[in-house]
């Protein structure tokens, strides 16, 4: 073991858990399963995952703000963008190296960090701790968590149940190409939906 003391700390987590009524709570099961795995090692592998990942993007030169504007989709399959602010047809820079845009009236909205440079830590360490983290929620049936590898791509999903009175239903985070830290917000749809309309193809020119 590692790390003596973060034994004994698992070791009085699960004293504890076992004299609270609340152990039965699967959330709070899964939980602490994630705080063993990360003593025992099991997480490794996805530590240094992210830990690669960080230390080449930090290495990387950032799109210019005209790069970004011209990777930007200018049509989701059938949605088309929408004007921006300024009432032009193309995507807004709102943030250093962010890039956003809405398609379709606004039923779906993207964000695109070019997680390069100094804003690796920003994007990397975020969907570190989701996939370390990230649990499906049982015990809460108006907000579902999912971790799903799509085309290859793990994407961090959350839906909300239709009767809330949330500006958008689903979201998705993923980072494309390994640089592209992407989240997408829909209305009106589920998160398998909003991949769908998404359409993986037309994040091509942040690849290129």
């Known amino acids: 073991m590692k790390n003596p003391l973060k034994l004994v700390f698992v070791i009085l987590l699960l004293v504890s858990c076992k004299e609270t009524p609340k152990s039965s709570d699967p959330a709070a099961s899964k939980i602490l399963d994630g705080a063993i795995n ?18 080449e993007l930090g290495t990387k030169t950032p799109l210019t703000n005209d790069q970004l504007i011209a990777a930007f989709p200018k049509k989701l399959n059938h949605l088309n963008l ?32 070019d ?8 994007a990397i360490l975020p969907l570190k701790m989701l996939h370390l983290n990230r649990i499906t ?3 809460n049936n108006t907000i579902r968590y999912s971790k799903i590898e799509r085309n290859g ?10 009767n809330t009175k949330a500006d958008f239903q689903s979201e998705l985070r993923f980072l ?9 917000v829909g ?7 909003l991949w769908k309309a998404m359409g993986i193809d037309n994040l091509n020119g942040f690849r290129n």
């Open 38 to 55: 990360e003593v025992t090692g099991k997480n490794d592998d996805i530590n240094k995952k992210y830990d690669n990942l960080l230390k």
């Open 82 to 113: 929408d004007p921006s602010e300024q009432n032009t047809m193309e995507p807004e820079i709102t943030d250093t190296q962010l890039v956003a845009g809405s398609f379709g009236d606004d039923t779906i909205r993207m964000e695109i960090l």
């Open 115 to 122: 997680a390069a440079g100094q804003k690796a830590v920003g």
């Open 137 to 139: 929620s049982e015990s």
């Open 153 to 162: 791509i793990l994407t961090f999903g959350t839906d909300r149940d239709a």
């Open 176 to 184: 494309y190409g390994n640089r592209f830290y992407v989240t997408l």
């Open 187 to 193: 209305k009106g749809m589920d998160t398998d939906a």
